[in-house]
Structure formats: structure tokens, C-alpha cells
């Protein structure tokens, strides 16, 4: 039987104004770790100057005022300095943002039972939040127009 030792990973991207995220931000990856939902394999913080200059920072530089020398990386080294310096052409001058490469634990199961059928996934694709959220009140805003 095919096992795993990880799961499917996903490489995010996220803008925030000012240089660092916020405490709520830690403690929501916090929550997700302690749940088990997720493994943090690798966290790197982005920076754009307000003079254009990139700078790559790990959280551990940060300090701890917000928590962020709890969390746990268990395979720094996956988003690539390179990574980090593409990305940070998405970045106007004077925000920063954070480069999360999160293993999906609920997943690593049914991906080792997919390759253990000779099985892979071929296409995975994540719909933002925002989108979601939207078209959904939209159907039920139709659905409620609908009924009246």
C-alpha cells in the first residue's frame, strides 16, 4: 500500500499593506496547524521598499511579537529565493507578502489510495474566497427573487 509522507501541497501568495501580516494572520495558521487541517512546510515574508528594493525575510527575523517563531516549518526551502523574487513584482512599494507553502494533511490519504490505483490528479484548481462567497449569495439571491 502506497503511503505518503505528504500530501498535496499548495504555494500561496498573500498582499498585505505595511511590512508584515498581522496577528490574526498567525493565529489563523496557528489554528489550522493545531487542528491538524495543515502542515506549514514553508513561510517566507516578502518585502517591497518604498524605493522598489526587495527583501526576502524569514519569520524568524521578525520577532516574536506575533507569534510567528511558533510556528512550526518543517521543509524550509521550498519556496525558492527565486519564487520569492517573482512574486515580489506583485508588490507595490512600501506592502509586503507572505509565501505559504501548505500541505493539505485531510488529502495525503486519498492521494496515496489515488496512486496506489494507478491514479493521479490530473487538473486541481482553488476558487478564491471572494468568488465563492459571491456566487453563492448570488444563487441564493436569485433563488430568493425566484420564489417571491
Known amino acids: 500500500m502506497a503511503e505518503f509522507e505528504y500530501g498535496p501541497a499548495e504555494f500561496l501568495f498573500a498582499r498585505f499593506d505595511g511590512d508584515r501580516p498581522s496577528e490574526g494572520v498567525v493565529r489563523a495558521i496557528a489554528e489550522l496547524l493545531d487542528t491538524g487541517t495543515i502542515r506549514l512546510l514553508d513561510l517566507v515574508i516578502v518585502r517591497r521598499h518604498d524605493d522598489g528594493r526587495v527583501e526576502i525575510v524569514e519569520p524568524a527575523e521578525l520577532g516574536d511579537d506575533l507569534g510567528f517563531a511558533d510556528l512550526p516549518v518543517e521543509a524550509s526551502g521550498l519556496a525558492a529565493e527565486e519564487d520569492a523574487k517573482q512574486i515580489a513584482e506583485f508588490l507595490d512599494p512600501g506592502s509586503a507578502g507572505a509565501?505559504?507553502?501548505?500541505?493539505?494533511?485531510?488529502?495525503?490519504?486519498?492521494?496515496?489510495?489515488?496512486?496506489?490505483?494507478?491514479?493521479?490528479?490530473?487538473?486541481?484548481?482553488?476558487i478564491p474566497a471572494p468568488v465563492v462567497n459571491a456566487v453563492v449569495a448570488d444563487a441564493y439571491y436569485e433563488l430568493d427573487t425566484d420564489e417571491s
Open 99 to 126: 509565501i505559504l507553502v501548505l500541505e493539505h494533511v485531510w488529502a495525503r490519504q486519498l492521494s496515496s489510495r489515488f496512486f496506489e490505483a494507478g491514479g493521479m490528479v490530473l487538473l486541481s484548481e482553488r
